[in-house]
């Protein structure tokens, strides 16, 4: 073999190429011995052994890689790692690099390069007790910092991992994408209004960024800031950037602001991959203006055109027929739905339902008893089934006994609590079923548990007290069709 490093090099990559690793492994052993700082032998001879298995001979090669990389300028230890994980198990990676690099070290790279690999493994309180071994040395490193707030998120220290991120965006402040990595984790733990200080202080910075606006417009919506969300969204119109999402949030705004047309008008300008987005919310706004037909005709055209969404766009038509109380168009649709997709277990779930609505509670039965043969911890499915056997039938100790199951799987859950209660109503355990409901109510302000409360109450003598839970209910949702034909039962007027 020529001495050449450019041969060794040139018999190594063939030998690699025709998977002749015992090959490979004597030619880049020649070729190290020819050119022993060559970076590129030393990371083909650590990827070799490490596949090997051969620990020690991986240590050594990755231990040259790294050392060569730094005296080049480079991040070696990064290197070395990539070149680990690259070639075995994030583990093994791991347990390589804590060889390579000494345990006693105080170098912030190499410590930084182990937090990472840590990271990777999934160890991440490993890699936060490296992380701060290496700020010890470098405490306003904003690369090792933004690592441990990720591990800290990771272990779900969440107020701590927000802590450090405010800390590397303070002193960073010219740094903007730290700083909107740190305002997006504001909204990730939905403390939405500091999210807004934060993302209006970039904007006066960078007015023309379109990841600024975007998030602005956003949490302007969630705001219900209506005007200052349809300019930041003109803005990125004007821009031409993220057109078919901004598009998208002007008929979503349009909607919102109550304008239907305009909302319409919008929607019908989106294209891309928000394009099935914008014809649902089409859909329904045709539904909102009672024009079924044109609805429907929407959606099949978008089930024809995009079948791979051919599902959900069933859902959701069904879900519009509901909403408008064509229950039994809904059913027609779930019935064609579960002829081409049998098997599946949100379809049924949601014909399930609609026989409920319409009386049919064969088919309600029928449906969440299939469920439940092939999927027998299906809370939900125990539960709609218990509780419509509460309310419509007489077979109350049959019902209670499947959303108990329910609450064994979810405890705490609003619905199944709800349910529990109106079976111990029906049962004619009040206090039982006080407890339960107004432990639903204390989670979440829902009318229909309203309406259950309010009755149980009723049905105790608080009268008083059943009203003031009524009219609550009212005020926050004046359409629901819950009160109002409970208070009918119950007090005539």
């Known amino acids: 073999m020529s001495r050449a490093p450019a041969a060794a090099e040139r018999a190594t990559r063939l030998a690699l190429l025709s998977h002749q690793t015992d090959k490979a492994l004597q030619s880049v052993n020649f070729w190290i011995e020819i050119d022993p700082e060559s970076l590129k032998a030393h990371q083909i001879a650590a990827i070799l052994y490490i596949r090997a298995k051969n620990r020690q001979a991986s240590v050594l090669h990755l231990s040259k890689v790294a050392a060569i990389a730094n005296q080049a300028g480079q991040s070696g230890y990064i290197q070395a790692a990539a070149i680990a994980e690259k070639s075995t198990s994030k583990d093994n990676a791991l347990q390589l690099m804590q060889l390579v690099i000494p345990q006693d070290t105080s170098d912030p790279d190499a410590l930084y390069a182990l937090a990472l690999s840590a990271s990777h493994a999934k160890e991440h309180a490993v890699a936060e007790d490296y992380l701060h071994r290496a700020l010890q040395t470098r405490p306003d490193w904003t690369k090792g910092l933004l690592l441990l707030s990720r591990s800290l998120m990771l272990q779900d220290r969440k107020d701590e991992s927000i802590e450090v991120l405010a800390k590397a965006a303070l002193q960073s402040p010219k740094d903007i994408q730290l700083r909107i990595t740190y305002a997006r984790t504001l909204v990730d733990l939905h403390r939405l209004d500091d999210a807004h200080d934060e993302f209006s202080k970039l ?173 027998p911890d299906h809370a939900d499915s125990l539960n709609a089934l218990g509780y419509t056997l509460a309310d419509q039938t007489d077979r109350l100790q049959e019902a209670q006994a499947y959303i108990q199951r329910a609450l064994d799987l979810k405890p705490g859950n609003v619905a199944i ?77």
């Open 203 to 375: 904007y006066k910075l960078e007015p023309d960024n379109a990841d600024i606006v975007y998030a602005l417009g956003v949490l302007s919506i969630q705001r219900k800031e209506l005007k200052a969300a349809r300019g930041f969204f003109q803005h990125l119109l004007s821009m031409g950037k993220m057109g078919s999402q901004s598009t998208l949030h002007l008929g979503q705004i349009e909607e919102l602001d109550k304008h239907p047309q305009k909302a319409f008008e919008w929607y019908e300008k989106v294209d891309g991959k928000e394009r099935a987005e914008a014809r649902i919310r089409m859909a329904g706004i045709l539904v909102s203006l009672d024009n079924l037909n044109g609805a429907r005709e929407i959606l099949q055209q978008l089930r024809s055109s995009t079948p791979t969404n051919a599902l959900k766009l069933f859902l959701v038509e069904a879900n519009l027929m509901r909403d408008a109380g064509e229950y039994k168009i809904a059913m027609e649709i779930y019935d064609s739905a579960l002829q081409k997709f049998p098997d599946n277990i949100d379809l049924r779930y949601a014909r399930a339902l609609n026989g409920a609505d319409i009386g049919r509670i064969d088919i309600l039965e029928a449906d969440l008893k299939r469920i439940l043969k092939d999927n």
């Open 417 to 493: 609590l709800d349910s529990m209660g109106w079976v111990e109503y029906r049962l004619g355990n009040l206090e039982q079923a006080l407890k339960f409901l107004q432990q639903a109510a204390d989670k979440e302000p829902d009318a229909e548990i309203a309406a259950h409360l309010g009755e149980v109450l009723w049905m105790m003598g608080r009268k008083q007290e059943a009203r003031a839970v009524w009219d609550a209910a009212m005020k926050r949702e004046p359409k629901n069709r819950y009160i109002g034909p409970t208070k009918q039962r119950l007090s005539g007027n």
